[in-house]
């Protein structure tokens, strides 16, 4: 121990960790910040805490997060000569984002994924970070570390950012299992259909402005991939639903349309419509190649659209599409362009479905072993459930 923390002084109390986070494990963190990700806790940032999936109803989604939360806490014990004696304070999604140690991970790439962003130490060695996804930094938060980071010119910076404490009393874990132990999507409820079902958060939670004008994530987020809101049709038959604020009629059941073409399934809110929609676009080379492969098999896919008609409305939200495209960056939409087919999102769906399903259902299998020890940790399910079986 003695060794590696005059080694950390040496080196600044900074290090950094090339390749650290798997370039799968970066797309599916991007995938549940731009399907889940709220306003942050400073003016300009996005963010995805786990307390926030939590409290969402999307608490299955903090499984793809453990492996490396783990992962990071065990390296800075070892880099900082603490072994066993950290706890996280911390854990989010951070987007334009301008306690004792931090970590920084990349989740995407300066110059293809944004431009701006670089991390700068004020002085000693590494004296600047161009942000790569797979890399963390990682620092002690003190006077030798003083830094600062470029304005996000164009696109969406994304990282995973994580505090740590030698203070029990900060712990996030303690945080996150008294809410998750009092949910009533905590029991084995698979019989319910809309177990895994996100619930949105206040809608100002999801209006990201400035002093002038502003827009909300949700549709944003939908329109850069070429979609837009519709309410259903039960709605518009319901003379009482005629005067629902739109903002509101995000929380209500909706579809999605395409140009003039209609998605032929109801969602049951805007926030399950932008995780199938951010699913599509996150697995859209698999997608299409699903399709390829039914196609050679002389399967037809099913029509899953139909043309829009005068009795489907849009749902219009005021929208400052500059401010959305410099903050959400929508030319990095445009890849998955290349991939997607009209009758891939019912294939989507049933993938997002099943993706969600062994989620919850890992996440069932943990609880157990996490609530005696008041700990979050990462483990095989599968293994659990044998020995438990």
């Known amino acids: 121990m003695a060794a590696a923390a005059a080694a950390d002084a040496e080196r600044g109390g900074r290090h950094i960790l090339r390749g650290f986070v798997s370039r799968d494990l970066c797309k599916e963190l991007e995938f549940i910040h731009r399907s889940c990700g709220a306003v942050g806790y400073r003016p300009g940032v996005l963010s995805t805490t786990l307390l926030h999936l939590a409290a969402t109803d999307c608490a ?28 996280v304070e911390f ?33 000693g060695e590494p004296s600047a970070v161009v942000p790569f996804a797979g ?51 905590s029991n084995n409820n698979f019989n319910n259909p809309n177990c895994f079902l996100p619930s949105p ?14 827009f909300d994530i949700r549709c944003a987020r939908v329109q850069f991939l070429g979609y837009s809101f519709l309410t259903t049709s039960d709605l518009k038959d319901s003379s009482s639903d005629q005067s629902i604020e739109p ?29 199938v929609l951010q699913f599509y676009y996150w697995k859209a080379s698999e997608l299409a190649a699903a399709r390829s492969e039914a196609i050679e098999n002389s399967e037809s896919p099913q029509l899953s659209f139909r043309f829009r008609t005068s009795t489907d409305m849009e749902i219009c939200l005021p929208c400052d599409r500059e401010l959305a495209e410099n903050t959400l960056g929508c030319s990095c939409y445009e890849e998955a362009k290349v991939f997607t087919d009209s009758n891939d999102l019912s294939l989507a769906v ?30 095989d399910p599968s293994e659990l459930r044998m020995y438990n079986g």
């Open 135 to 185: 890399d963390v930094v990682i620092y002690t938060a003190d006077r030798r570390n003083v830094h600062c980071v470029d304005e996000v010119i164009e696109g969406e910076r994304l990282t995973l950012t994580l505090w740590f404490t030698r203070d029990s009393a900060h712990d996030e874990d303690a945080k996150l299992l008294s809410l998750l132990s009092h949910q009533p999507s």
């Open 247 to 275: 903002f509101e009629q995000l929380n209500n059941p909706l579809t999605l349309a395409r140009g003039d073409e209609v998605f032929d399934m109801k969602f049951i809110n805007s926030l399950h419509a932008l995780q």
């Open 91 to 123: 854990t989010a999604l951070i987007s334009c984002l301008f306690f004792w140690i931090k970590a920084v991970c990349y989740l995407n790439n300066h110059g293809k994924d944004f431009k701006g962003g670089i991390f700068h130490f004020q002085d």
């Open 201 to 214: 958060a206040s809608n100002n939670m999801y209006w990201f402005s400035n002093e002038k004008s502003g």
């Open 60 to 87: 299955h989604l903090l499984l793809p997060f453990l492996p490396v939360r783990d992962r990071l806490r065990d390296t800075v014990e070892s880099l900082f000569a603490c072994d066993f004696a950290l706890f």
């Open 350 to 379: 049933v993938a997002w479905e099943n993706y969600s399903c062994k989620l919850r259902r890992d996440l069932l299998s943990l609880m157990p072993h996490w609530l005696p020890n008041q700990s979050i940790f990462f483990a």
